[in-house]
């Protein structure tokens, strides 16, 4: 079955921090675990930070010169809503914490802290993110239909077809390129190893039982392209 992967990144983190000894000792902290960190002193260089930059993840005091962390956070939620973040505070008032998850904080820790309880959160955060990520990844439109690459099924309102591996794999790179040409050649070594004339026509028959799965919705084809491969065609003025 064919796996999509991503390359493996590095994990940007912006701390905003207005205590100079603990923000380096933060940073610190965090780089020696691999991080890559950020490290601005008020509000208003966090946003600057923020605008310019990409970021796995945001750490926001609350307490800050310039720009509060929950002014921060919501400045930082115009630009980018998917972005996580959480709150560093020497504050544990119930409407501080109130505050900071309504506005959507994924964490929220209290000093003094432990910087292992630090990196703690972070992961749980990134797990959580990553997780619904991969989740995402997984699940494509196609139509009316919706494909689910792991489970190898193809949904269309209440009834769900599974898929074999040669069809799910074919269907996925067909879904790669929607509105685009999958070239045969690339199809067949990618799932075949090899592009001969009885793979070549064992292809054939797969294009053939996914039409047949797709007819119900007809804004979906699956079309040739004399002597170069096929399209996956998606009409989207013809949906409702």
Request: glycine share 6%; hydrophobic share 35%; with cysteine.
């Amino acid at each position: 079955m064919i796996k999509e992967t991503d390359e493996k990144r590095d994990v940007n983190i912006l701390l905003c921090e207005d205590d100079e000894n603990l923000g380096m000792l933060l940073r610190e902290y965090l780089e020696a675990k691999e991080y890559k960190v950020e490290l601005c002193s008020d509000g208003e260089e966090g946003l600057d930070a923020f605008c310019c930059g990409q970021y796995d993840l945001c750490i926001l005091d609350v307490m800050m010169p310039k720009m509060d962390g929950f002014t921060l956070a919501k400045k930082i939620q115009e630009v980018n809503s998917e972005t996580p973040f959480m709150f560093l505070t020497a504050k544990n008032m119930k409407d501080d914490v109130k505050e900071g998850f309504e506005l959507g904080a994924d964490d929220y820790i209290t000093k003094p802290f432990s910087m292992e309880e630090v990196v703690y959160r972070i992961e749980a955060i990134l797990r959580r993110v990553n997780g619904k990520k991969t989740q995402d990844m997984n699940i494509r439109k196609i139509g009316k239909f919706t494909f689910d690459l792991q489970k190898q099924t193809l949904s269309f309102g209440d009834s769900q077809t599974k898929l074999t591996t040669k069809e799910s794999d074919l269907l996925t790179l067909l879904s790669n390129k929607t509105n685009g040409l999958l070239q045969r050649d690339v199809a067949l070594k990618t799932i075949w190893a090899d592009d001969n004339y009885f793979n070549a026509r064992s292809m054939d028959v797969y294009i053939t039982k996914l039409r047949k799965i797709l007819k119900d919705d007809q804004s979906v084809q699956i079309i040739n392209v004399h002597g170069k491969g096929y399209k996956l065609v998606v009409d989207e003025t013809a949906r409702p």
